[in-house]
């Protein structure tokens, strides 16, 4: 399978903390994508990073790419109470399918 | 427009129940999904739509049944679903570049099946 493994599963932080959430995959891919998801909600592109770029910096959102290690990370600085979501990563398949395989997700909940 | 607009918001049926799901896009996007979520679990993929046209069907049980009408609109139909098919279903649009680089999502639509 494809899918990716994101950790922690679970994360509770403080208002104006920063928040780290880890995304590992499996096969090689074009690009890696997060999104965000409100509870019971659609899914929100947040940001995405190509196969040949190791950082990029959307807002307060910092995402790196370690394609040797097939792994990313998703920063978000400063965190507010409104940013208590669901991350996920999402990759795709090399062969250009729109085969788009979301990770196992992050829960993060930030304390006002 | 930038939108995904899915309805119902919430379907309640029964197993012997014929019901259909909704999806309308206006961005001009030609590569429309079907997702399945389960409570926290990522969305799964479904299917995919290329130029109305089906290019991706993930080994779905044929009690799902996907339609693409037209450019704009992607419906799922449904019947004699089973109970662990109660989920949330997402539809989402992309470009069709051949490599979609990002996905716009409808609400979804919350089926609870009895």
């Known amino acids: 399978s494809q899918q990716g493994e994101e950790d922690p599963q679970a994360l509770s932080i403080q208002e104006g903390e920063n928040a780290t959430m880890n995304c590992s995959y499996k096969t090689s891919i074009n690009n890696l994508q997060w999104y965000r998801q409100n509870s019971g909600r659609g899914l929100v592109h947040l940001i995405l990073?190509?196969?040949?770029?190791r950082e990029k910096h959307s807002g307060r959102l910092r995402v790196t790419l370690d394609t040797s290690k097939k792994s990313s990370s998703l920063l978000i600085t400063a965190s507010r109470a409104a940013d208590t979501a669901s991350y996920f990563c999402a990759t795709d398949a090399p062969s250009g399918t729109y085969k788009y395989i979301f990770g196992t997700g992050t829960r993060l909940k930030v304390l006002a | 427009d930038t939108e995904v607009t899915q309805t119902p918001k919430h379907l309640v049926m029964g197993m012997t129940n014929k019901k259909s799901l909704k999806c309308e896009q206006h961005?001009?996007?030609?590569?429309m999904y079907w997702y399945k979520q389960k409570a926290k679990k990522p969305p799964e993929l479904m299917f995919v739509y290329s130029y109305e046209k089906l290019s991706i069907n993930e080994s779905v049980p044929s009690r799902f049944s996907p339609e693409c009408p037209n450019s704009s609109l992607l419906n799922l139909h449904l019947h004699a679903l089973q109970p662990e098919d109660s989920a949330l279903y997402l539809c989402a649009s992309s470009l069709e570049i051949p490599r979609a680089e990002k996905l716009f999502f409808g609400s979804g639509t919350q089926l609870s099946v009895l």
């Open positions: 961005m001009g996007h030609r590569a």
């Open positions: 990073i190509r196969s040949n770029e």
